[in-house]
């Protein structure tokens, strides 16, 4: 079994870091797309509560944490990690129920973006700023009127969720080995979402959303969440950011291929307007040193 594990650890190696962020790019926003149909049925805090408690269980299975060995930092930034998360999905789901998810994933980006311009004093950091501001009010713009302003707030709440999630995703990958930081989060973040997403709505709930979600869960976040903590371990945080900016493009995707959702020319200049943004403000920065690989995936 151990030799097992180790080769399936050696060929993971092998394979470009670059690629595991893209596939867990591209298994989010699917994820998000297909949650859309049961978001609409259960409702978006039941529906994130599901997603919660199997991805929880998944990698408890997968990681086995051993909690009575581990220091009180650590476990204090695995559970900081979990609210973040469980604050993060509850807000997109939410916002996804409401608006388009090319639109909702492109306002939640500038959570990153501004973790990225935190602290800058460079006068070319001012036009990522503006030209940030000016997709998000693109993005605002309907054919008639204006978008979901709750969604929109939704999706902003996330945002800074999504910001503090990049953070902490990073420190607890580096002070746990393997998927036991994980697996810990993940156990908060479900721990936290069961009184807010199932008890109150559990008769809602029939056997066919719940084993629906249960495979979406695969995709997001047991896939995406692994993925992501395991790149950020190999990858320089400047790179990750620079990928990062292919989550609103993917999303307009998804959201077309899966629900036939389809932005305005406006709204998708608001949204290429944000992901250069984004992808601006990382790619002109001076490079980091990279991180030491540790307790790869």
């Given amino acids: 079994m151990i030799s097992k594990l180790a080769g399936l650890r050696n060929l993971a190696a092998k394979i470009p870091v670059v690629l595991w962020l893209v596939t867990a790019i591209s298994s989010a926003q699917l994820a998000s797309s297909l949650s859309v149909a049961v978001i609409h049925r259960i409702g978006s805090p039941a529906a994130t509560s599901l997603r919660l408690i199997f991805g929880a269980v998944c990698f408890l299975i997968l990681a086995r944490p051993r909690i009575w060995a581990i220091?009180?930092?650590?476990?204090?930034?695995?559970?900081?990690?979990?609210?973040?998360?469980?604050?993060?999905?509850f807000f997109f789901f939410a916002a996804v129920g409401r608006i388009p998810l090319g639109m909702a994933v492109s306002i939640e980006f500038l959570g990153p973006l501004a973790v990225a311009l935190a602290g800058s004093r460079r006068l070319l950091d001012l036009v990522w700023v503006i030209l940030a501001g000016l997709g998000v009010w693109l993005l605002t713009k309907q054919d008639h009127g204006s978008a979901d302003t709750l969604g929109l707030i939704l999706a902003g709440a996330s945002g800074v969720c999504w910001g503090g999630y990049i953070l902490m995703t990073r420190r607890v990958g580096k002070a746990f080995s393997g998927l036991q930081g994980l697996a810990l989060s993940m156990s908060v973040a479900a721990l936290v979402g069961l009184p807010i997403g199932v008890v109150p709505h559990w008769q809602a709930l029939g056997l066919g959303a719940v084993l629906i979600m249960a495979a979406i869960s695969l995709l997001n976040p047991i896939l995406t969440f692994g993925l992501e903590m395991a790149s950020l371990r190999r990858m320089e945080p400047r790179q990750f950011s620079i990928l990062m900016s292919l989550e609103p493009v993917m999303a307009v995707v998804m959201g077309f291929l899966v629900l036939g959702q389809r932005l305005s020319a406006t709204q998708l200049a608001g949204m290429a307007c944000v992901t250069l943004a984004s992808f601006g403000t990382v790619a002109a920065r001076p490079k980091e040193a990279p991180p030491i690989a540790e307790g790869e995936l």
Wanted: net charge positive.
């Fill in 71 to 89: 220091g009180r930092p650590q476990l204090a930034g695995a559970c900081m990690l979990g609210l973040i998360t469980c604050g993060m999905s």
